[in-house]
């Protein structure tokens, strides 16, 4: 099993970013997806979910109407989309395959990718 996020960087405040993640080694299109993040020193927090299928998802209110979660089950893939940035948001970005219990919490998930780092200045 393998998670692999991608497209982290270093951005200003306001700006767009579009993280990816590829999934391999599990039925990608059967789990539903989570983006959690982690910033220095702090718990690692939900940022956003959609279902297996692409059609339902939810989002932490810190990002809601800024942030867009998506996926492509051809391409076993699930997307970020960030936009109006801010340097709060500012942390290392994980996707997850949910397993089983709460979208919302990080022991719900089975698999965890790496990490791709989002750096916002001000």
């Known amino acids: 099993v393998q998670l692999q996020a991608s497209g982290g960087g270093l951005v200003q405040a306001g700006g767009s970013l579009r993280l990816s993640c590829a999934a391999s080694?599990?039925?990608?299109?059967?789990?539903?997806m989570g983006w959690f993040r982690q910033a220095p020193g702090k718990e690692r927090e939900f940022i956003a979910v959609?279902?297996?299928?692409?059609?339902?998802?939810d989002y932490a209110d810190s990002v809601k109407g800024r942030f867009t979660i998506s996926r492509d089950n051809a391409k076993n893939t699930v997307y970020l989309q960030m936009s109006s940035l801010k340097p709060e948001d500012t942390a290392v970005y994980y996707c997850?395959?949910?397993?089983?219990?709460?979208?919302?919490?990080?022991?719900?998930?089975?698999?965890w990718g790496q990490g791709t780092l989002v750096t916002v200045s001000s």
């Open positions: 997850a395959a949910h397993g089983i219990g709460s979208y919302y919490s990080t022991r719900s998930y089975h698999f």
């Open positions: 080694g599990f039925t990608f299109s059967s789990y539903t």
């Open positions: 959609v279902r297996w299928s692409g059609d339902n998802t």
